[in-house]
């Protein structure tokens, strides 16, 4: 089944700690992106990578940072900057810059600070 | 700027009432798409509908319609006779041609709806 794979489904971080969320699809997309999720506030843009080896920041970057080493995956490092990382992580992948395409999103990452 | 309001945070109906989840955008861009994604307790969002600026056509599928009206920039959704599978967090996103493909999301309507 084609499709979006995140990984793993809950994951704890300890102070200091950097943590890395997996984002895997079959897809075939070259878009990808990483949306944070926190209640009351919607979905808000981490960073996004539209073709491999190059990406851009959304309007949250900080306290992030991602690689795109392939195509097919586009993980996410929270970093000890981020200093309020508890929320909900979503992956997502489209078509390149195809306005009326839609994401495909998987399946979300919990992450909880200890 | 660009930006989406959903201005109803919790909406709470009675099964086989009809229910309208209010989306409104901001965009100075003459080009932009229209979406309306659900999102179940499992965290996955289900893609619904997609509207591209050109096309103020209203669409039904099924118990779910869509009206979008430029002219008070409102892309509304409205479930008739609603279910109890109907609940779920509903999102409307907003996107602008040739910027990266990028969705701008709504802070979503959370529906309950009981039995």
């Known amino acids: 089944d084609g499709g979006i794979t995140q990984s793993p489904k809950y994951l704890f971080r300890k102070e200091g700690q950097n943590v890395t969320l997996s984002c895997e699809q079959n897809?075939?997309?070259?878009?990808m992106y990483w949306y944070r999720q926190d209640p009351g506030q919607g979905l808000r843009l981490i960073y996004y990578?539209?073709?491999?080896?190059?990406?851009q920041k959304g309007d949250i970057a900080e306290g992030y940072s991602v690689s795109r080493e392939k195509k097919e995956s586009f993980p996410l490092t929270v970093t000890s900057a981020q200093k309020n990382p508890t929320a909900f992580y979503l992956c997502?992948?489209?078509?390149?810059?195809?306005?009326?395409?839609?994401?495909?999103f998987g399946s979300g990452t919990q992450l909880s600070v200890l | 700027a660009q930006k989406v309001t959903q201005a109803q945070t919790e909406i709470s109906v009675v099964e086989k009432e009809d229910v309208t989840l209010d989306c409104v955008y901001e965009?100075?861009?003459?080009?932009?798409?229209l979406f309306w994604y659900k999102q179940p307790p499992s965290g996955e969002l289900v893609f619904l509908i997609r509207?591209?600026?050109?096309?103020?056509q209203n669409e039904i599928s099924g118990r779910y319609s869509w009206n979008f009206q430029k002219s008070t920039s409102s892309f509304n959704f409205t479930i008739t006779a609603s279910q109890v599978v109907d609940s779920a967090v509903y999102f409307c996103?907003?996107?602008?041609?040739?910027?990266?493909?990028?969705?701008?999301f709504g802070q979503g309507t959370e529906l309950s709806v009981k039995p």
């Open positions: 990578s539209q073709i491999v080896n190059d990406f």
């Open positions: 996103a907003l996107r602008i041609y040739n910027q990266g493909g990028k969705l701008i």
């Open positions: 509207r591209n600026s050109f096309d103020e």
């Open positions: 897809l075939n997309h070259d878009a």
């Open positions: 965009t100075r861009d003459t080009t932009y798409y």
């Open positions: 997502a992948s489209g078509p390149r810059d195809r306005g009326n395409e839609k994401l495909f």
